[in-house]
């Protein structure tokens, strides 16, 4: 399999390219080199991911408080 280097794109990009590293490493046939790789890149984005849902609430909040009263954010439950 050949690793794809990470570049910050689209949150959709980003996590679909994650659930294939989680697809390729539990899978258990990548060679260990490959794995160590893998895993460095799901790392990366992992924390890209985060960031950017960091920004997004963040932007959603700001718009939330800027509609006024009328308009509330609820906490979304942890899985």
Not at 42 to 51: D, F, H, M
């Amino acid at each position: 399999m050949v690793t794809k280097k990470t570049q910050k794109g689209s949150f959709e990009s980003s996590l679909k390219r994650l659930e294939a590293i989680v697809e390729s490493l539990e899978g258990g046939k990548v060679p260990l080199d490959e794995a160590v790789e893998l895993y460095e890149e799901g790392i990366k984005l992992s924390r890209e991911c985060a960031e950017k849902l960091k920004a997004t609430e963040l932007k959603i909040r700001k718009l939330a408080k800027a509609a006024g009263e009328d308009f509330k954010v609820s906490e979304a439950e942890e899985a």
